[in-house]
């Protein structure tokens, strides 16, 4: 499996996860509500480093064989990302390729990739979908981050980004304000609480479905501390009723489910564990099915 890209099917249809690169975030930073010792603490439970968090950013290449639909577009803000259009390339997809492109939300790691440094639309022929609250409160002259215990350059980063990054789209956006078809198989689910207007969605072919959680859930550790309030939720109430729906959601379907910031290329199923969940990646169970498979 490579590390940038990532092949699935769901029913008839074709899905590849597409790296756009990763950031490092610092532990203190992560968690607004619990000591960082606790948090560094799980951290190492699960043999990850405590020094840093890496957050991927896995963008979602879905083709139907009449669209082909982009989940978010990756961000550009460090050098470690922005590998959206090259990775793209890899797998022999240009830019120009994409008819249809699914913001979830208007943080700067899903909408950094819209537009280049010059203002100039990266994907020319896309039509892009956003729910309605997201694009107005992004596109306010000073959108309240107040509410996010983040410091003041990650505000600005994310309203500079939005004030960069939008305006360009601005003749391509499609805006949405209820649940719903975007192309035949992939519906738009209200999933508020991380920002305003954040949606999931639902990818339905045959008797599969993936669940794409988008940024409902921003670490694993997450799922098993669901009391936990990420730093970089705007509605901290409003994401945890989400939160709890989402996940109840995909352990009850046992669904396909994939989260942007989880460990490539982000798929995997919610297991319910106690009052809380935990996350079991796809190659656990998909490497050991292949191996069945083949009378290993
Ligand atoms: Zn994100």
């Known amino acids: ?7 699935f099917k769901i029913g008839a249809i074709e899905c590849i996860a597409v790296s756009d690169g990763t950031f490092a975030y610092a532990p203190d930073a992560f968690i607004a509500n619990a000591p960082v010792e606790r948090f560094e603490q799980e951290l190492r439970d699960h043999n990850l480093p405590t020094n840093e968090v890496i957050s991927p950013y896995t963008c979602l290449l879905v083709n139907t ?10 961000a550009g803000f460090a050098p470690t990302n922005g590998k959206l259009i090259d990775n793209l390339a890899a797998v022999g997809v240009a830019a120009a390729d994409i008819d249809t492109i699914v913001l979830t939300h208007g943080h700067a790691d899903h909408i950094g990739g819209a537009a280049d440094s010059t203002g100039a639309p990266l994907f020319p022929n896309a039509r892009y979908v956003m729910w309605q609250s997201e694009w107005e409160f992004w596109n306010q002259e000073h959108p309240d981050l ?7 350059h990650l505000r ?3 309203i500079d980004f939005a004030h960069a990054k939008l305006p360009p789209i601005r003749s391509q956006i499609e805006l949405i304000d209820r649940e719903g078809e975007i192309v ?3 519906y738009a689910i209200p999933a508020p609480g991380h920002t305003p207007g954040h949606i999931a969605l639902l990818i339905s072919s045959g008797n599969q479905q993936l ?14 501390h669901p009391e936990w309030r990420p730093s970089f939720d705007l509605m901290p109430d409003q994401a945890a009723a989400t939160k709890r729906q989402i996940l109840d959601r995909a352990a009850v379907d ?3 489910a994939l989260a942007f910031h989880f ?8 297991l319910p564990k106690g009052d809380a969940w935990q996350w079991q990646p796809i190659e656990m169970f998909d490497q050991a099915r292949e191996s069945r498979a083949a009378g290993e």
Do not use: C, W
């Open 1 to 7: 499996m490579s590390n940038e890209s990532y092949r």
């Open 65 to 74: 064989g009449k669209h082909r639909l982009l989940v978010d577009t990756g």
């Open 146 to 152: 107040a509410a996010m215990p983040v410091d003041d």
């Open 156 to 158: 600005h980063l994310l």
């Open 184 to 186: 035949p198989a992939v």
């Open 211 to 224: 669940l794409h959680m988008a940024d409902t859930v921003l670490h694993p550790i997450l799922m098993e």
């Open 254 to 256: 046992q669904a396909l």
């Open 263 to 270: 460990p490539f290329p982000g798929l995997g199923r919610v």
